[in-house]
């Protein structure tokens, strides 16, 4: 268990110097258009954290207040790889997720096994395992060495 708060600790430090955790924004040089498209709904994200005081706990719910306020579009919201709406989800980072914590943006399908994910630094594509973790679906990460 020891090594597991270690290594938690560490991941948790890291994502703390390179910007955070939660929602999010920032330009990123050398990133895909997917990518580009996902981090402006992360800085969306951060804004509306910072007029409500509270992440959103649903992708209408960023949705409705970002097109209210002219911040985006219906269109926004939909990956430009997979066409389907992004999908907004708690993030626990190997513990419990909190309702009105940090949250993950990702492509529903993405392409060839991997989803862009927007996690509050900038968007990454990732495998349904490292989602998982992020998500707080500590389930297969870290096993027991077999004896």
């Known amino acids: ?20 955790v939660g929602c999010g924004g920032g330009g990123q040089p050398n990133q895909t258009a997917e990518a580009i498209r996902l981090n402006k ?16 706990t649903t992708l209408d719910e960023l949705k409705s207040w970002a097109v209210e306020n002219g911040k985006a579009t219906d269109a926004d919201f939909k990956s430009s790889r997979d066409n389907e709406l992004y999908v907004l989800e708690p993030m626990g980072m190997g513990g419990a997720a909190k309702k009105g914590g940090p949250v993950l943006i990702r492509e529903a399908t993405g392409k060839n096994g991997k989803k862009f994910v927007f996690t509050g630094v900038r968007a990454e594509e990732m495998g349904d395992q490292s989602i998982g973790y992020i998500r707080g679906d500590m389930a297969g990460m870290m096993k027991a060495p077999k004896k």
Do not use: S, W
Request: proline fraction near 3%.
């Open 1 to 20: 268990m020891n090594r597991i708060h270690f290594f938690l600790g560490i991941l948790i430090g890291v994502l703390l110097a390179l910007g955070g």
């Open 41 to 56: 709904i992360g800085a969306i994200c951060q804004e509306y954290k910072e007029a409500k005081k509270t992440y959103p």
